[in-house]
């Protein structure tokens, strides 16, 4: 035991969570180790938001070449070279894999390579841990820390008899290495990874179906924004069928493609394709690091913590996707934050998750913070509800990109904002904004009070935040 490395803070994990969380606890002062099975950077590095978005760049830039006639600018004979995308992807990849590692060296984050679990008491103190680690040539490490931060993230959940070979019937993970497209794709599961997906492949030329349970795609977002991503998911030619459920016993492969059954209410639909992929979440990875050591509980399939994301074992933390929730990067980033300024000492505030913009990066894209109409209404509040289409605003008929609106909810008697949601072009990189407008409790008319250049994309916030009340200019 007394050979033990000792810290301040080990991490479980190096993902968005992990690795962000580690280098704040650095800077707070902590001896800091990150312990990381595969690659820095985690499943959004490697296998989720970077290499998917590398997808949507190219998916997008191809589009736009074969549009370019509309604006002058004729590209004859234009090919996808599906190799030169993935080879893109990869080196986008690898850039900022090296960039983490470089952050741990200069903030003297300490990296151990192989599978953490967590074990009985440390040297500190029976309320402290020990973290094995198992190397890749089968050798053991013991890391003696005061804290321990459960970062582990999550993988693809599958539907029961499913079987994903990893060929026919994938996962993202799988559909991210292809090494080339297929002619058509079932996506079982019209959330965000769905959706995203199937706007990337209709770009590439895939013919696109998409299979979703619920009664709408997109169904965490607001109502008018997933009916109006259906519309232009359908204009690009992606074919939907909403309140339907594939029936995994009914999958089998023939002459090289898959064919199934779906069931629409009473109707059973017949589709094939050659190849399907499986969206419908994620999975905490909660297997096989320690927790049976601990008191820490578990409850459907997530660690339970508290604001300050402590589990039962107040030397314990854990973030980010295995703690449920809104399973996004940036969020994972920001609780692993309080984790260990609570750990320093620092009294942070707890995280106000109505403050956190989500982001959709489909064609056109999606973005949202707050509550929506829906939400807003069943939570008892009487709203009113400010709207603005792109099409009336300038730099979006410049840019031939005018499918899409911005809304925005308010409380009627108190005109405090909601929430914010919006469909149409870079609107991922206009939600912060209304994020901002959401910390400081501001109100539709500060936004619409506040000067938005001209000609930008922003103006449609501005009209919208005017529209409110009834006052929008260009309505």
């Known amino acids: 035991m007394s050979e033990q490395k000792q810290f301040d803070v080990v991490f479980l994990g190096a993902g968005p969570g992990g690795y962000v969380a580690a280098i704040r606890a650095a800077q707070l002062g902590l001896n800091v180790a990150v312990v990381e099975k595969d690659k820095v950077g985690g499943t959004c590095l490697h296998r989720g938001c970077i290499p998917s978005k590398?997808?949507?760049?190219?998916?997008?830039?191809?589009?736009?070449?074969?549009?370019?006639?509309?604006?002058?600018?004729?590209?004859?004979?234009?090919?996808?070279?599906?190799?030169?995308?993935?080879?893109?992807?990869?080196?986008?990849?690898?850039?900022?894999?090296?960039g983490i590692e470089h952050l741990f060296k200069k903030n003297n984050v300490t990296l151990v390579e192989g599978f953490g679990r967590i074990m009985g008491p440390s040297i500190f103190s029976p309320l402290s841990g020990t973290i094995s680690v198992e190397k890749a040539n089968g050798e053991n490490e013991l890391l003696a820390t005061k804290h321990v931060i459960i970062a582990t993230g999550s993988r693809p959940r599958t539907l029961p008899g499913l079987h994903i070979d990893g060929k026919f019937i994938m996962t993202s993970d799988e559909a991210l290495e292809m090494t080339e497209l297929?002619?058509?794709?079932?996506?079982?599961?019209?959330?965000?990874?769905?959706?995203?997906?199937?706007?990337?492949?209709?770009?590439?030329?895939?013919?696109?179906?998409?299979?979703?349970?619920?009664?709408?795609?997109?169904?965490?977002?607001?109502?008018?924004?997933?009916?109006?991503?259906?519309?232009v998911m359908k204009k690009r030619k992606v074919k939907i069928h909403t309140d339907t459920r594939v029936l995994p016993e009914t999958v089998k492969i023939v002459d090289g493609h898959v064919e199934l059954e779906a069931q629409k209410g009473d109707k059973t639909i017949q589709l094939s394709a050659d190849k399907v992929l499986v969206s419908v979440g994620r999975q905490a990875n909660v297997e096989g690091i320690g927790l049976e050591n601990t008191e820490i509980k578990v409850e459907r399939g997530v660690i339970q913590v508290n604001e300050y994301f402590q589990t039962a074992e107040s030397h314990i933390y854990a973030i980010g996707d295995v703690i449920g929730g809104l399973q996004l990067a940036h969020v994972a980033s920001h609780e692993g934050i309080i984790a260990v300024e609570h750990i320093a000492g620092k009294n942070p505030k707890p995280l106000d998750y109505l403050a956190v913009s989500k982001c959709t990066f489909t064609s056109p894209e999606v973005a949202s913070v707050g509550m929506t109409e829906e939400e807003a209404i069943e939570k008892g509040y009487e709203v009113k509800v400010g709207k603005f289409q792109f099409r009336g605003i300038g730099k979006a008929l410049v840019h031939g990109e005018v499918d899409g609106f911005v809304k925005l909810v308010a409380d009627k008697n108190t005109g405090d904002l909601l929430g914010v949601h919006m469909i149409g072009p870079h609107v991922t990189d206009m939600i912060s904004e209304a994020g901002l407008a959401k910390v400081l409790d501001a109100t539709p008319w500060e936004i619409a009070h506040t000067i938005h250049p001209h000609p930008t994309l922003s103006e449609a916030v501005m009209e919208a935040a005017l529209d409110v009340d009834g006052k929008a200019i260009h309505a």
């Open 54 to 98: 590398s997808f949507l760049r190219s998916a997008e830039i191809y589009r736009n070449a074969k549009e370019g006639e509309e604006f002058g600018v004729v590209v004859e004979h234009v090919t996808l070279n599906f190799e030169q995308v993935q080879a893109r992807k990869r080196k986008v990849v690898e850039q900022l894999t090296k």
């Open 182 to 231: 297929p002619k058509s794709m079932i996506i079982v599961g019209g959330g965000v990874i769905g959706m995203e997906w199937a706007s990337l492949l209709t770009d590439f030329g895939v013919e696109v179906t998409v299979v979703e349970f619920l009664p709408r795609i997109l169904p965490l977002e607001d109502g008018e924004i997933s009916k109006d991503m259906t519309r």
